[in-house]
């Protein structure tokens, strides 16, 4: 195993992960001697836990895993802190690629991040793989050829809250909304299943600004509202500091079915069962599924005190079939490595037996409905969920014959 050498540069953290290859490289179509792997992330603001330091950590075992090279060309990780900030992701992008000769791009979190991420590559032939963006139009409408779309996205959470809701005995529904592309993708994708589904109605929403430490306002009118069900779509630290207070308001305790429709693992135990109890939420990953997710989660563990989220689970699915494919290929290019992405099985801990469809979103063999326990069902530390239901990621996720991608025209 390579030690890792680490080098700070500003806001990028650089870490080589293979030594330099000593002897001539096989003839091949790679770009440069190396190939480098770029990170947008979130290190501080209101998506760290669920990603940062921990994705980046993450990253680099997928390349460690997969022996630090590609047909002897190392491979080297950036990462950068964006605050969140579409801009910042931007002018980072093209600096490593014009100068640092960076080959693809992670995207680590938020959706107007992948967004850019995504126009940087097409614009400069870099592939994009967007682990943190989960607005459902990344791989709809604004799909291009050198992305693909590995997290949970919004119509995904959507087809999992619904059933799970409906289950449950939801008829009234009410949204507590992130005020951006994200929160209002997730609204949209969750009316239009409730509106197939039939026998549900939306009684009224409200917009929350990202960042929001207050609200209280919001909740007030969602307990006033009559919904049976309180919907949440928001992520990160909105959730937390959401559902937190909802609880002091008493909304479940007067009757109302709290939902998450995206929740991270991290906002469910921050919160503490005694509060979180009967949760429902969908995620595209959790640690205590079988025994190859918890030996990736004891690793994990063992460097941070904690479990994974699914952010920082899919990265490692990732960045894995990305090498597999560029080896495949013979080439760093960004249009041909994720061609050969779309032909190859995806097969590893976090998707099992995955495809990548031709609009470059991957599909998992499941996503998972799950609920909170209750305190005295937990064995303790991150035991927190039960696996109320699998859901088939085929039948999970947009079917092509919805989608808006161009790439499916004919």
Not at 320 to 333: F, I, N, P, V
Request: aromatic share 10%; net charge negative; with cysteine.
């Amino acid at each position: 195993m390579k030690t890792f050498a680490a080098k700070a540069m500003g806001c990028t953290a650089f870490v080589a992960l293979a030594a330099t290859a000593g002897a001539a490289y096989a003839q091949d179509s790679f770009s440069g001697d190396a190939i480098k792997i770029g990170i947008l992330n979130d290190m501080a603001s209101g998506y760290s836990d669920t990603v940062g330091e921990g994705l980046f950590q993450t990253v680099k075992w997928a390349v460690e895993d997969f022996g630090g090279k590609v047909k002897g060309h190392p491979v080297e990780v950036l990462n950068a802190d964006t605050q969140l900030k579409a801009d910042i992701a931007s002018t980072t992008a093209r600096r490593w690629i014009d100068e640092d000769k960076v080959d693809v791009l992670i995207s680590g979190s938020g959706s107007p991040i992948a967004l850019a991420a995504m126009e940087v590559g097409k614009e400069k032939g870099a592939a994009v793989l967007n682990t943190g963006g989960l607005s459902s139009d990344l791989s709809s409408k604004f799909c291009n050829e050198i992305a693909t779309h590995w997290s949970l996205d919004t119509y995904a959470a959507a087809k999992g809250a619904a059933k799970a809701g409906i289950a449950m005995g939801a008829k009234k529904w009410f949204f507590v909304t992130a005020d951006y592309s994200f929160g209002e993708a997730l609204q949209r994708d969750t009316e239009a299943e409730l509106k197939r589904a039939g026998g549900q109605e939306v009684v009224g929403s409200v917009r929350a600004p990202l960042g929001t430490t207050d609200f209280s306002s919001f909740l007030l009118q969602a307990q006033g509202s009559g919904a049976d069900t309180v919907a949440f779509a928001n992520a990160g630290n909105d959730t937390m500091n959401s559902l937190k207070q909802a609880n002091e308001f008493g909304l479940a305790a007067g009757g109302q079915k709290l939902i998450g429709l995206v929740t991270s693992i991290t906002d469910t135990y921050a919160l503490g069962l005694d509060v979180a109890k009967g949760l429902l939420v969908t995620e595209s990953f959790y640690w205590d599924r079988d025994d190859d997710t918890r030996a990736y989660a004891k690793r994990f563990e063992e460097k941070f005190g904690r479990m994974p989220t699914q952010s920082q689970a899919v990265a490692y699915s990732a960045v894995t079939h990305y090498l597999r494919a560029a080896e495949a290929a013979g080439s760093d290019d960004g249009k041909t490595v994720t061609a050969h992405m779309k032909k190859m099985p995806v097969k590893d801990f976090f998707a099992i037996d995955g495809k990548v469809r031709a609009d470059g979103r991957l599909i998992p063999s499941y996503i998972y409905l799950l609920q909170a326990k209750k305190p005295e069902e937990s064995k303790g530390g991150w035991d927190l969920y039960t696996i109320v239901e699998k859901l088939p990621g085929d039948q999970a996720y947009r079917p092509v014959e919805e989608s808006a991608c161009p790439l499916l025209k004919g």
